[in-house]
């Protein structure tokens, strides 16, 4: 018995690295699942589908079941496809994983404009268009009087909690992944649904010039950066044992899980009337006293 018997799963970008990592588990523990993948290459040119087809031929040599989808996320009507698809196969769907994404690292004063806006639809517009789809889905079988028990997994990034240079798209996008996780797990609690994110550190093809020399220094070591090594926290959450979890994001790294914590106060000035601008400069080191003034780090250790 898998943690995930009887559940429809759909992972985006599930041909290659994380995606493929998680619908292999998925589909382990007991999930039917679509893999999508449009088989674009980093910078997300080209189509290529045996990357999503050699996952679904791997999860059905080892007895799963599986189906490929080559739609594009980032399309309301390819979204729609998803979505239909999985619900037409095998009558409803339970957990969406959000992978699927591009990088167009360059920058600010070199960035065009084409790489803010394909960076920003395939990650952000990505994400949302599968969830809507996903939501209008369980809010009808929820309002038919249906007990739902929906998941979705998005896939934020530590540049976007952080922010990483040369990335002023991919973070943007990825901080905006976080926020909607949060927002999108308000709107659909009532309906049974949980909405969480995780920012996994693991090597990838998007990662692979960040990581990919550290990596060789662990050969023959616990392979701390394996895309496999993140699969187990999606698992967990698209289960019924998280049910009590909603709203969360978790950076997932090798053998360590950490809850991370957004935006709190951490200075204050406060007083029953308006400040001056000279007033708040000659008071900046109390707003300050406990908070760098500066760029904050761009990792938490």
């Known amino acids: 018995m898998g943690m995930l018997d009887g559940k429809t799963a759909i992972v985006t970008g599930a041909g290659r690295g994380i995606g493929r990592e998680e619908a292999l588990l998925l589909a382990a523990e007991g999930a039917n699942v679509i893999v999508n993948d449009v088989g674009a290459s980093r910078a997300g040119e080209g189509a290529d589908a045996s990357p999503a087809e050699q996952t679904v031929a791997d999860i059905k040599a080892a007895g799963g079941e599986a189906l490929i989808n080559a739609d594009d996320v980032s399309s309301w009507a390819g979204a729609e496809r998803l979505v239909a698809q999985a619900v037409d196969t095998w009558g409803k769907l339970d957990i969406l994983v ?21 960076v920003i639809r395939v990650h952000l517009k990505g994400h949302f268009a599968t969830s809507h789809f996903a939501a209008v889905h369980w809010r009808n079988r929820s309002k038919a009087g249906e007990e739902v028990s929906g998941r979705i997994i998005n896939t934020a990034s530590e540049a976007g909690l952080f922010g990483n240079a040369g990335q002023t798209n991919y973070g943007a996008a990825k901080a905006g992944i976080a926020a909607m996780t949060i927002i999108l797990g308000r709107e659909l609690e009532r309906y049974g649904v949980t909405v969480n994110a995780i920012s996994p550190r693991a090597r990838t093809r998007m990662t692979e010039d960040l990581f990919g020399e550290m990596a060789k220094a662990q050969e023959g070591k616990f392979d701390s950066f394996g895309p496999e090594n993140v699969a187990p926290l999606v698992a967990f959450l698209a289960s019924d044992e998280a049910a009590d979890v909603n709203g969360q994001n978790f950076v997932v790294f090798g053998g360590s899980v950490w809850v991370m914590r957004g935006w709190q106060p951490d200075g204050q000035l406060k007083r029953d009337s308006r400040w001056t601008p000279k007033e708040l400069a000659d008071n900046k080191a109390t707003l300050f006293a406990s908070h760098p003034s500066g760029l904050p780090p761009f990792s938490f250790f």
């Open 98 to 118: 959000n992978n699927a994404g591009i990088l167009r690292d360059k920058m600010s004063f070199n960035m065009d404009e084409s790489d803010w806006d394909d």
